[in-house]
């Protein structure tokens, strides 16, 4: 049993048929969790969705009606890279709903994840690159609304720029963005978060984690957050298929204990999601987002108390 809860829904599955987009990949995280005993059944909380009101504090009025009423023009749905369907527009929600949870229960327990959402370049008014809502950001807001936090800190190592991240929280001090991506790829251009790092092609483990250590030391030296949100791509795997860096799978998972211990270092509490991962196996996707999770166990496993007694 883990020290902390994962949120999952069967409805998470975008349903894109043959896609470069693997979003089987929830239900497989969920079985392989399961199979492999890092997690029982009673692990997994069940999300509601987001509701509108929480969706239309990031998101355009004009854009959330098109979504939900199926008016969006083809140009914008080309833009999405991902086909229109009510049963889309619902995973978006529920992926939104569990981040909010993931949030909630981080601050609760010390640590959760949300085994889906990370759609990180959605922005207010359209979506873009398989991203339609950015779930993340619903939360942060949400949080906010309820006074459960006032800052936030957004850690995206997904091999590609958060840029709706980017665009939603630039000039607001109270959250402090950290994308660290492969220069060369989409989204361009890459408007600016608190901190970017453009990564050169084809960089490998020791080169990308001492890069990253840097700059976590940086973020956390800069800013104090009540919560963290950590974008776990897998993306930056080098047999990622839209990706263009060099990481093995143990290399992520370092990747991943050492955003962890930072995070544990400074008692702050963590809300995982998972972001993007289009491996040429699905199953390294899989295992590498599987790797995300025991990361998190292990990093639990040596800071509940410490970070509990804060969250109080
Ligand atoms: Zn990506």
């Known amino acids: 049993m883990l020290p902390f809860k994962l949120i999952y829904h069967e409805g998470y599955d975008l349903n894109l048929g043959a896609h470069v987009f693997p979003s089987q990949k929830y239900r497989m995280i969920r079985d392989k969790l399961l199979v492999n005993g890092v997690a029982t059944s009673e692990d997994f909380l069940s999300p509601e969705p987001a509701s509108d009101e929480d969706v239309l504090r990031v998101h355009s009025q004009e854009y959330v009606y098109k979504l939900k009423n199926g008016t969006l023009s083809h140009a914008e749905i080309l833009r999405m890279e991902v086909p229109y369907s009510k049963k889309l527009v619902e995973a978006c929600w529920l992926a939104a709903g569990g981040s909010i949870l993931a949030g909630r229960r981080g601050l609760e327990d010390g640590w959760a994840a949300n085994i889906g959402g990370g759609f990180h370049h959605a922005c207010p008014d359209h979506g873009e690159g398989f991203c339609v809502i950015h779930d993340v950001a619903v939360a942060i807001r949400r949080l906010q609304f309820d006074g459960a936090i006032e800052r936030a800190m957004v850690v995206d190592t ?155």
Do not use: C, M
Request: glycine letters at 10%; zero cysteines; a negative charge.
């Open 158 to 312: 997904d091999v590609h720029q958060g840029n709706g991240t980017a665009v939603i929280f630039g000039g607001d001090a109270d959250i402090y963005t950290l994308s660290l991506h492969q220069e060369h790829n989409y989204p361009f251009p890459k408007p600016s978060s608190t901190i970017d790092v453009d990564l050169p092609d084809g960089i490998g483990d020791e080169q990308y984690l001492s890069i990253l250590e840097k700059h976590l030391h940086q973020a956390f030296h800069d800013f104090a957050p009540d919560l963290l949100f950590y974008l776990a791509g897998a993306d930056p795997y080098r047999e990622d298929q839209l990706g263009g860096l060099a990481l093995s799978i143990e290399g992520l998972a370092k990747r991943d204990a050492l955003v962890f211990d930072y995070a544990r270092r400074n008692g702050v509490p963590v809300a995982i999601t998972l972001a993007g991962g289009y491996a040429q196996r699905v199953a390294d996707t899989v295992a590498i987002h599987v790797g995300t999770i025991t990361a998190a166990r292990d990093a639990a496993g040596q800071s509940t108390d410490r970070v509990k007694s804060r969250a109080q």
